[in-house]
């Protein structure tokens, strides 16, 4: 694992300097592509155990419950743990609405995108 430099929140530091660079550049220039790479790191790190050793990054379409093995209570520590990361309020109602990875993604990049601006 890289080292996590004074910038790199320590939620980070168990992640590798491709993530960690990539919210550098998230947080220096509101890169949403950036972003991209730190929401599949983290999908990837809160995936079922199981999932880690047949892990490829998945398709927009593919169900987090069903599909890449997650239940409601990893959903959520996944989904609070980039709210935590990149200071927004991820509120219930909306929680509930994120069934795919495409609508993770596009939620987070939405909004960051309000939150950045």
């Given at each position: ?16 300097a ?6 550098a ?28 050793d ?7 379409h ?11 209570l ?8 980039l ?13 509930l ?9 596009a ?8 939150h950045?601006?």
């Open positions: 694992m890289a080292e996590p430099t004074s910038t790199t929140p320590t939620q980070l530091a168990r992640f590798s491709e993530v960690q660079n990539a919210y550049r998230y947080q220096a220039t509101g890169d949403l592509v950036a972003v991209e790479i730190v929401v599949m790191a983290a999908l990837r790190d809160f995936a079922p155990q199981d999932q880690h047949k892990w490829t990054p998945p398709e927009d593919q169900r987090l419950i069903g599909d890449l093995g997650f239940d409601s990893g959903v959520a520590e996944t989904v609070f743990f709210e935590d990361l990149f200071e927004v309020k991820i509120g219930n109602k909306d929680l609405k994120l069934e795919t990875v495409g609508e993770l993604r939620f987070v990049a939405e909004k960051l995108a309000k950045h601006s």
